[in-house]
């Protein structure tokens, strides 16, 4: 059986994609070997200067938001999305985006309801004083200049 919701989730968090950067790493394979353990995607900017090239190893953390709960879908609830691909994507950059936005749910465990009904969901977030839901996915975005996997 599915964990419950609220077993996954985290009152007063919102769901980010973040991790430290470090720079001098000369390339998004150097970056993409650092991404271990824990680490979701990554994302590496180049530049002209060595120095000021930047790998940042990411994965899904709970920020402190009040008036929110959010969660990981219940359905993979404690094993998260699988790590990052091997293929490095050039000019593109992971991201946690919001898949859809519904209005007028009463509570999160109906948020985290809609989160398992939903393909792409991996994560949601809801808003009591709005009663709101927001839908989330890892993804990529088109960023000149960045790699990821």
Known sequence: PAPTPSACQQKNKIPALSGPAKKKVKTAIACQALCTGTCMRWNWKTNRKVKKRTCYTLKV?????????????ALSCGSGPG?????ILKNKQSFLKTVKTI????SANKCSDKCNLNNSCQYYKWQAKKKTCWLMELNYKTKKGFSTA
């Open 83 to 87: 790590a990052a691909g091997t293929t």
């Open 103 to 106: 209005k007028k749910i009463s």
């Open 61 to 73: 953390t709970f920020k402190t938001k009040k008036g929110y709960t959010s969660g990981e879908r």
